[in-house]
């Protein structure tokens, strides 16, 4: 299976066929993992999508990765394993196989997380985690005893979180990179050095950047509404990045961020 996720977040189709379209070009390029939340307005059809593309293409559920998100107004309500029992019958699905805090609010946390043990201890998914956590909010958490499976956050050539990461990668905790691409901003999209690691290789710069990802330790998030771009994008198990370049891209970091957390979840 690639190390990709193919997400069904902001910049995703909303309508079924057009989800299901793009969907179905990734199981037949073998990405097999979907990314969804409530708050994207996408977990119905794309587990509706998925089901179909299953049955049609011959891969089973088991093979498939599907995980979804508690968001801050079901943390709010309090009511969480309740809530996502109903969301997996909405989904038509017996379990997720990772289920993730999106948005890490104070003053619910604890309380999220004791009932995503429960529903987790239920069978009810394979993996629970966190989203959008910076390194002192990790290091606090880990004091009392509160360490996640999963670490999902927005990281990218501009922004590359390394002490999270380092962090992640000594607890055995899988990281997630979400906006893997920075909406292709101009800093990577017309970078000398990354052009020409791209020409050097035969790719595009997408391309080097998911596989940037991937080699630092991470799984990329992506999302497209262009077939062509998802088989690029899916054509990456051949490039062989050299110690350097993975530096030299890496070098890039200056603290851009797309989504600023403080806007969504104060005071954490």
Request: hydrophobic residues 40%; negative net charge; glycine residues 4%.
């Amino acid at each position: 299976m690639k190390n990709l996720i193919f997400g069904s977040g902001v910049s995703a189709y909303k309508d079924f066929e057009g989800l299901r379209n793009v969907c179905r070009t990734a199981v037949m390029n073998d990405i097999l993992k979907f990314d969804t939340a409530p708050s994207y307005k996408s977990e119905e059809i794309l587990s509706k999508a998925l089901l179909e593309i299953s049955k049609e293409l011959g891969v089973s559920r088991e093979k498939m990765y599907i995980q979804t998100k508690i968001d801050p107004i079901q943390m709010y309500d309090g009511r969480v394993v309740e809530y996502f029992k109903g969301k997996l019958k909405s989904m038509k699905l017996d379990y997720v196989d990772a289920l993730l805090i999106h948005w890490p609010l104070k003053n619910y946390l604890e309380r999220t997380w004791n009932e995503m043990q429960e529903i987790k201890r239920l069978g009810l998914t394979r993996k629970i985690g966190i989203c959008n956590l910076r390194i002192d909010h990790l290091k606090s958490l880990e004091m009392n005893g509160l360490i996640p499976e999963i670490l999902q956050i927005e990281r990218h050539p501009l922004n590359t979180f390394q002490s999270e990461v380092d962090f992640c990668h000594a607890k055995n905790i899988e990281v997630q990179d979400y906006s893997p691409l920075c909406k292709m901003h101009p800093l990577l999209k017309d970078n000398e050095n990354l052009n020409a690691i791209a020409e050097k290789l035969g790719k595009n710069v997408g391309q080097i950047i998911l596989k940037w990802h991937i080699d630092t330790g991470a799984t990329p998030i992506f999302t497209s509404k262009k077939n062509e771009r998802i088989v690029q994008y899916s054509d990456i198990d051949d490039i062989n990045l050299e110690q350097d370049d993975i530096e030299a891209i890496a070098s890039l970091n200056m603290n851009h961020k797309l989504y600023l957390e403080s806007l969504v979840c104060p005071g954490f």
